[in-house]
């Protein structure tokens, strides 16, 4: 996914320097010859560290899991899941995790807008309390072939969209993610003027049960590089649909714009439904990568939610599969 030019980070190489030159005076001062156990463990060591002081520190949720979702597969283990995740406002690598300090995710409003009957501006923490949450575990799968399989909590996005009563006229759903050049390096950084991030779906995807509105995952509130403190998930499409960290949802009369779209459009499309038998225009799509155990799997169509959602789609018409 990263064939737009963005200039790349040199944060990654500067904070790795600076940790092998505190190591390197460390053991110097212990008379060693540092440089062979440098390149073994410098770090594997300071990042797992880090990561799991991060993970510990969030806060529990207690929600009651529905059964009515269940998983062919084992589930991604947390911490190899949180240290691989996209985020392209902090980095165009995986580790996420490092560059998010600065990103504030309380307190957060959340409004939303356009057409309907009852607009709502809300804080996440309110939001929490007004719709009861659950816990669903999905199969989730990149663009890029790997895959995880992941309990998330929060509510279906149909349960927010009774509430606030779309018109008539309201056909589409447009999200919104943060413009925060401060606290994201790379929407400082780059010269794309297509921040902040956006998605869409169609009124009737919205309501289908299966998109959902995350807030938690593995027990616990979203980490920051998952998309805290509230992100789509919508498990039958590829992940760059599941936007994260969302400040407005907008009803509107037509299909929003969506951020790869404008940014490569030959590649990536409004729908982005999930199908083996097309492949991406640079690779095949019938196979993904377990996250985790590296296990490669046949990807399946829909993402194997065919009962859910293969009504809402003509498997014969190519447009729905990029
Ligand atoms: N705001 C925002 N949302 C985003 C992205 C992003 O760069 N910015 N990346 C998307 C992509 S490409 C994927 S695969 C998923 C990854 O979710 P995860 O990192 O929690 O696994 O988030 C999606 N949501
Ligand atoms: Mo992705």
Redo the contacts with the bound molecule.
């Keep these: 996914?990263q064939s737009y030019k963005l200039p790349t980070s040199e944060l990654t190489a500067e904070e790795v320097f600076r940790t092998r030159r505190t190591l390197l005076k460390a053991l110097g001062f212990l008379g060693l010859n540092a440089w062979p156990l440098l390149n073994a463990c410098t770090n594997y060591a300071a990042q797992s560290r880090d990561l799991n002081g991060t993970l510990v520190n969030l806060k529990q949720l207690h929600a009651p899991r529905n059964g009515s979702y269940r998983l062919d597969r084992p589930l991604t283990d947390q911490t190899e899941?949180?240290a691989?995740?996209?985020?392209?406002?902090?980095t165009h690598s995986?580790e996420?995790w490092r560059r998010v300090d600065r990103f504030l995710t309380r307190p957060w409003e959340l409004k939303i807008t356009g057409l309907v009957k009852k607009p709502l501006t809300i804080s996440a923490d309110e939001l929490l309390k007004l719709i009861p949450q659950e816990e669903r575990h999905y199969r989730?799968?990149?663009?890029?072939t790997?895959s995880?399989a992941?309990p998330w909590i929060g509510f279906p996005l149909s349960a927010l969209i009774k509430r606030v009563e779309p018109l008539s006229s309201a056909t589409h759903i447009s999200f919104i993610?943060?413009l925060r050049r401060d606290q994201a390096p790379e929407q400082k950084r780059s010269s794309v003027e297509l921040w902040?991030?956006h998605?869409g779906l169609t009124l009737a995807e919205g309501m289908n049960d299966l998109s959902f509105m995350a807030t938690g995952?593995y027990g616990h509130e979203?980490a920051k590089?998952?998309?805290a403190p509230i992100?789509?998930v919508a498990p039958w499409k590829?992940?760059?649909?599941?936007?994260?960290?969302?400040v407005e949802i907008v009803f509107t009369d037509r299909q929003p714009a969506t951020?790869?779209n404008a940014m490569i459009p030959n590649e990536y499309g409004f729908w982005a439904n999930i199908n083996p038998a097309i492949p991406h225009p640079r690779w095949s799509q019938a196979e993904e990568s377990l996250?985790g155990s590296n296990e490669r799997r046949k990807t399946l169509l829909y993402n194997g939610y065919t009962d859910q959602v293969g009504g809402l789609y003509n498997l014969k018409d190519r447009q729905y599969f990029y």
């Design positions: 996914m899941a949180a691989y995740t996209n985020f392209y406002e902090f995986k996420v989730f799968r990149c663009v890029e790997w995880m992941v993610s943060f902040p991030y998605e995952l979203l590089q998952h998309g992100r789509l590829y992940g760059f649909k599941s936007i994260k960290s969302v951020f790869w996250l």
